[in-house]
């Protein structure tokens, strides 16, 4: 079996080479970067199955790195953050970020993440040959595609997931932490709040308004729904 390929990013030399003694021991294949123009020159010359991102770097930080990454790859991220407000994480999500590990963290968290977001058949997802179609929505799971009209939308795995998970269902509410579940994993670590800024990005995209929605609806106090009717 092929090993996973992780780039580590981050301008601490000790922080490196700790996380890639404790990848390497666990069979991932790991590659360097010490800032953010570095990351971006190697990405250029290969593909890493996840990325490991620090936010304060020289040169670009993560941020930006994130930024400039999505605009062309929905390769999984996980920030790296000293900066424990929830208003840094929730940017990091807001902008494309798989899940944010606070510094000083745990060598064994860190791997145990990695190996949440890196599991990309995920329990709970539909039939992977179907396809759902809704009214003005097609979600081709095969493809992992989502095609509003003629428009074929750029989402990321996770925003596909989600949306996935939550139109093989419609009507069906599903509390947070049943889409953490889901989607994520069931060892997934973070907060119940990266499923409001991820729900809140595919309606962004969807063009959906959540006062009156045509496809993700709020059940205050639970969770979500899917509400688009079959034809």
Not at 120 to 128: E, Q, V
Not at 141 to 148: D, F, N, S, V, Y
């Amino acid at each position: 079996m092929e090993q996973e390929r992780i780039l580590l990013v981050d301008d601490e030399p000790d922080l490196r080479r700790m996380v890639r003694q404790y990848l390497e021991a666990e069979g991932f294949a790991v590659a360097e970067a010490a800032d953010g123009t570095a990351a971006l020159d190697r990405l250029r010359t290969s593909s890493p199955d996840l990325i490991l991102l620090d936010v304060a770097m020289p040169a670009q930080d993560g941020f930006e790195v994130l930024r400039t990454l999505r605009r062309s790859s929905d390769v999984p991220v996980i920030m790296l953050t000293a900066r424990s407000e929830e208003i840094d994480r929730v940017v990091g999500l807001t902008m494309g970020a798989d899940d944010y590990v606070t510094k000083p963290f745990s060598p064994r968290e860190l791997v145990a993440r990695v190996r949440a977001v890196l599991r990309r058949r995920r329990p709970g997802l539909p039939d992977l040959d179907e396809v759902l179609h809704f009214d003005g929505l097609t979600v081709d799971l095969a493809r992992r595609e989502i095609t509003q009209g003629e428009t074929t939308l750029e989402v990321s795995t996770l925003e596909f997931d989600l949306l996935a998970g939550l139109a093989a269902a419609p009507g069906r509410v599903f509390t947070r932490a049943q889409l953490l579940e889901k989607v994520w994993g069931w060892d997934y670590f973070g907060a119940e709040r990266v499923v409001d800024v991820h729900i809140a990005n595919l309606r962004k995209k969807l063009g959906d308004d959540a006062a009156d929605p045509m496809f993700i609806a709020t059940v205050r106090g639970v969770g979500y729904k899917f509400v688009a009717t079959q034809p």
